[in-house]
């Protein structure tokens, strides 16, 4: 029960701030229109907000499209369950990819929008599909 209580502690804290990053990041910035051109500079903006953490784990994202939970905790067991929600939550804000359940199992997707706007750029590794 202590468990699920700071994980929902964590996420709580990783709304808040991802809230207050992302009205920091979009101050001053007329809305943006459906044009990727447009689009492009605003996901590197918020891509360079990112944490090296965040980052690995958006490009390991990023190298299969999506993951669950579990091979999440696999792939970064050097970082603490608490932490490791945190910091998907705050991807997750950013817009990057989304969280779903399918059969009771988190699962992290990215972000189409994003997706369609970076398919075309070299330096992000996306998968095949």
């Keep these: 029960m202590e ?10 804290t990783g709304l808040v701030i991802g809230i207050v990053l992302g009205k920091s990041l979009s101050k001053g910035r007329a809305p943006s229109s459906v044009d990727t ?4 500079p605003e996901w590197w903006q ?15 994202i990023e190298s299969k499209r999506e993951a669950n939970i ?26 990057f990819m989304a969280r779903t359940r399918v059969e009771g199992d988190v699962i992290f997707v990215l972000d189409e929008t994003y997706v369609s706007t ?12």
């Design 70 to 95: 579990v091979a999440l905790q696999e792939k970064f067991s050097f970082i603490p369950d608490r932490e490791l929600y945190y910091r998907l939550e705050q991807i997750v804000l950013m817009g």
């Design 46 to 60: 918020k891509r360079d907000a990112l944490t090296g953490t965040q980052m690995q784990i958006l490009q390991y």
């Design 37 to 40: 051109k447009s689009a492009r």
């Design 3 to 12: 468990n699920l209580i700071a994980i929902g502690a964590a996420l709580i």
């Design 118 to 129: 970076v398919e075309s750029d070299k330096t992000v590794m996306l998968s095949g599909d």
